[in-house]
């Protein structure tokens, strides 16, 4: 087997990444998310919106990888090295979208996730496609990184002027979203959906997807499900998933989500983090090669 040059495989792997956010906006229809239909529980942006965001992140997620390729030092060090790169997409993705946040949390995600895989190649340059152990090699790579982040984020939170939504949550709940799930290895990845992607890889994509995110719906700690309506409607919003994936089948599922949409613009509820969770499972299915 020819290994190809490790520059090439670095554009493959950050183009798959944005294709992934692509096809995350493009999946239609998303409950309460901005999809080709409508902009679900969102009156800032649109569908052109997020299409301006992601060609606004599309350099740093080339830059995420390489970062991870050329690292040298510890896990955590590399953290820190990703995380200032992603403070400068974040503001870039700002300029494009007329400062509304679209992709914060998938900024951040993968620029942990691009920077754990550089990392994970480069030690052993691996060829495309990945099998499930370099994944699970990556995630554990990205969960050495994210080493103490709930703790060191949420240190001094109390002597803070103003906090994000993160923060509050975190002071009213005890919430670690995103952070947590990073600190975690990413366990909505590796124990959710990409098991669930690897049991239904010969099944239509679109089917797979649009069920992949009831799941992510139904199991996670959504930060703007939460921020937005409390741990009231984002339980009951769990509750809900479940019985649609229960009452689904591929002949319905389009229909019910249909209507499902219609129920979270009501509570004008946005499930963002399960939409970061599946852009993120889409990315590393396409390295996969399971579609
Ligand atoms: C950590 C990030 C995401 C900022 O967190 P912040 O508290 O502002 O945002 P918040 O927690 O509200 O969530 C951000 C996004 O994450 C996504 N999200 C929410 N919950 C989850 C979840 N359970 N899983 C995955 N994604 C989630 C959503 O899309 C959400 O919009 C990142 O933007 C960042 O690092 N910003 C720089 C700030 C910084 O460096 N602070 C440290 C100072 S030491
Ligand atoms: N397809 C999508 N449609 C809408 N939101 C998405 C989509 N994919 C991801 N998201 C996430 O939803 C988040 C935006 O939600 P929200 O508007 O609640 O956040 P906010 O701007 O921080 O808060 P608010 O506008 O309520 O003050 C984005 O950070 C983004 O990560």
Known sequence: ?????????????AGQAERALL?????????????????????????????DSIVSLSPYLYQYVKLGAEHEGTPKELFHKVRSMGIHAEKAMLAATKNINTHKGANFS??????????YISSGQRPLPFSEEDIQGILAYA?????GLV??????????????????????????G????????YPALGQLIMP???ANKDRPMELVLLEALLLL???????????RGGIDAWRTIKTETKQLLQDSHEGNLKELMYSYDLVLIERHLSPGGAADLLSLGIFFAKLENLF
Do not use: C, W
């Open 217 to 227: 719906m139904s199991q996670v700690e959504d930060g703007n499900i939460i921020h």
């Open 143 to 147: 969960k050495a990184m994210s080493h």
């Open 151 to 176: 703790t060191n984020d949420f240190a001094d939170l109390a002597a803070k002027s103003s906090l994000t939504y993160g923060e509050k949550l975190y002071l009213s709940y005890g919430i670690t």
């Open 110 to 119: 993968f620029a942990v996730l691009l920077g754990a895989t550089g990392a």
């Open 23 to 51: 096809y995350e906006v493009a999946l239609t229809p998303k409950p309460g998310l901005v999809d080709r239909n409508n902009s679900g529980a969102h009156s800032d942006m649109d569908f052109f919106t997020f299409l």
């Open 178 to 185: 995103i952070r947590g799930e990073a600190e975690a290895g």
């Open 196 to 198: 669930f992607f690897r």
């Open 1 to 13: 087997m020819t290994l190809k040059p490790i520059n090439e495989l670095l554009v493959e792997i």
